[in-house]
């Protein structure tokens, strides 16, 4: 049984609970992890043990034929003890890594989920930490505490028997300190978890600055900001110092009050055998034995609450990947519609960002095969209009409609079938410019590759560029200009078929050659796709067979660039202002 990341119930949980209901999901590495844990534990445990039982049958002088067994048992499991520890390393390590394995899976889905409306307050750099660093920090409870803790119930409770068997003072007298022991690290395990949130949090602050540092490194250097920015980075930086210090003062702390109570218990146990001796009570022969089971009793579960005072990081690490794992998606996916068609319709549709109202009551529609340019004032809503279209938000009344049918109606999947969208930031990942065009239609041939091109009006500047269509697009498509990325997300999105194109036209000014170039393209799609244009340029405004005004959430007029020319003032002025549409 493999227990999928996001199948963990929701609600209200504990986040070991949580933890360990994961672990269930790969029971047969787990109970090899706990076997391999106490093979090798019990092997060493055992093997000492018959050494110390040697050297007592030795002290009294006992003849070859007692000691000649005990000397091949402890032989034999202080093999089977290294055995065990070699293959516990190796067992534990694949029982961490395929847990961690679900894990990344279910944090990516988790982002999916949110994405991308849900996480528009996270920084990436956080998201990656919690994707990288919190779900790492897992393998030390995975591959570490949760098979060395059962082990370190099994282990002493069988040397306690052992030294009962022997002599039941010396149980009696170490019964306090055990869970004395045991319970150090929760002593101040609430203490723990705040200082593990704040630690991580200090981390992931500082992994979110480096990496907006590197993504923003032009504009650092155009404004000459990197003294700022370093001492930005430095505040960071000793914000995680502090709060490393305290985390490690803590477990210092922790780490000594263990030392002591297991010294405390040694020198009882040693004490109490002197005296039994003394009475007789134990046999010089059974001296050495007794002190290696009080070992016995004793180490593991030190071992266990040391290692266990430094889940505090573990268990806020813990907290962080299952709230992503548990993340829900804004947007229900339960229709089982088609659209009819591909025309679209705005019908009183209101939206609002954090209360902040954004859309108003805005109604237009988009025919089949017709372009319609959205336009207005910056900040007037045109992009949420995409972003509704899109799906990546959802209205909060009224309805948007795809075919004829509202797009709740309609499969996520079936969706973007429908409709390509290509944004203002097209992303294009560090790939050949084929890889990058293949996101549209993987199993797309080299001729449908070109041919989306060409009608992107962007065969001619591949083919220019030294390895054609192999070039390598750079991070985000840094070797190539702004224009050239426009028009091959717009390659991209053709490729991909949909009888839908809804593009968010780049607002920072292109060079005149490509500024023709994405007319050209535009002037080509015109009737073969039903167009929405978010438009910022008059050339494309005028292209468009409508034209939707917006103005602080509100449709303001909507007609053609000519009959808007001749009666709206609003309008005449907005395309007067260079690049305000
Ligand atoms: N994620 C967000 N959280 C909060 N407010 C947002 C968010 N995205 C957009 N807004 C706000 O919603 C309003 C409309 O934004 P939108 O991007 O739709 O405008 P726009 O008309 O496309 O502007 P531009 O032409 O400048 O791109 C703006 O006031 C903006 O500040």
């Known amino acids: 049984m493999k227990v999928n990341a996001h199948e963990i119930p929701q609600g209200p949980r504990s986040t070991w609970g949580d933890l360990l209901r994961l672990s269930a999901g790969q029971p047969r590495l787990l109970a090899l992890t706990i076997a391999a844990t106490l093979i090798a534990q019990a092997g060493m445990v055992t093997s000492l043990a018959l050494g110390a039982w040697l050297a007592g049958l ?13 000397l091949w048992g402890m032989l034999v499991s202080a093999v089977a003890g290294a055995g065990g520890r070699w293959w516990q390393a190796h067992i534990s390590h694949a029982f961490a890594f395929a847990l961690i394995e679900t894990l990344q899976v279910g944090i990516y889905d988790g982002l999916e989920r949110a994405a991308p409306g849900g996480l528009s307050d996270t920084r990436s750099g956080e998201q990656a930490n919690v994707a990288l660093n919190d779900a790492q920090a897992l393998e030390h409870f995975f591959a570490h505490t949760l098979a060395d803790t059962i082990a370190a119930v099994v282990v002493p409770l069988l040397a306690l028997l052992a030294l009962a068997w022997i002599q039941p003072w010396l149980t009696l007298v170490l019964l306090p300190f055990l ?32 990496i907006e540092g590197i993504e923003a490194r032009r504009e650092i250097l155009l404004f000459n900001q990197e003294a700022a920015w370093r001492a930005r980075l430095g505040q960071y930086l000793a914000r995680l110092k502090s709060e490393q210090r305290r985390y490690a003062l803590r477990t210092g702390a922790e780490q000594g009050g263990i030392e002591l109570i297991q010294s405390l218990a040694l020198i009882t146990a040693l004490v109490a055998s002197a005296v039994l001796l003394e009475y007789q009570a134990l046999a010089l022969a059974q001296v050495p034995l ?13 071992e266990v609450a040391r290692s266990a005072s430094q889940l505090g990081a573990v268990r806020a690490s813990a907290a962080r990947v299952l709230a992503l ?5 804004p947007i229900q996916d339960n229709g089982q519609r088609l659209p009819k068609d591909a025309s679209i319709e705005f019908n009183q549709v209101v939206f609002a960002h954090s ?13 089949t095969g017709e372009m319609v340019a959205l336009v207005g004032p910056s900040g007037s809503g045109k992009t949420t209009c995409a972003n509704l279209l899109m799906r990546f938000y959802e209205v909060q009344s009224g309805t948007v409609k795809l075919g004829s049918e509202d797009l709740r109606d309609i499969p996520l999947s079936e969706l973007r079938h429908w409709i390509a969208w290509v944004g203002q930031e097209a992303y294009l990942f560090d790939d050949s410019i084929e890889g990058n065009l293949r996101l549209g239609k993987p199993e797309a041939t080299q001729q449908e590759i070109e041919i989306a091109a060409h009608q992107a009006q962007a065969h001619d500047f591949i083919q220019a560029l030294p390895e054609g269509y192999q070039t390598r697009c750079g991070a985000n498509g840094a070797r190539l200009s702004g224009g050239q990325r426009q028009r091959i997300a717009i390659a ?9 194109l809804v593009m968010d036209e780049a607002s920072s000014s292109l060079d005149a050659d490509s500024e023709h170039a994405l007319q050209q393209a535009l002037l080509a799609l015109r009737g073969q796709y039903t167009l929405l244009v978010v438009a910022h340029r008059p050339s494309t405004i005028a292209q468009a067979d409508r034209v939707v005004l917006l103005q602080d959430g509100c449709i303001l007029d909507q007609g053609s660039h000519e009959q808007l020319l001749h009666r709206c003032e609003q309008y005449v002025q907005l395309l007067a202002q260079p690049a305000s549409a």
């Open 58 to 70: 030795a002290l009294t002088g006992a003849p070859e034929s007692l000691w000649q067994p005990v």
């Open 179 to 210: 869970p004395t022991l045991t319970s150090v690290p929760f002593w101040l395990g609430e203490r723990a978890f705040r200082q593990g949130r704040e630690m991580n949090a200090a981390l992931a602050g500082l992994n979110a600055e480096v």
């Open 290 to 302: 007794s002190v290696v089971l009080v070992g016995a009793a004793l180490l593991p579960l030190a």
């Open 325 to 329: 794992l548990h993340q829900r998606s």
């Open 355 to 367: 209360e902040r109202p954004v859309l108003q009551g805005v109604n237009f529609r988009v025919e």
């Open 492 to 500: 991209r999105a053709l490729l991909s078929q949909a009888p839908v």
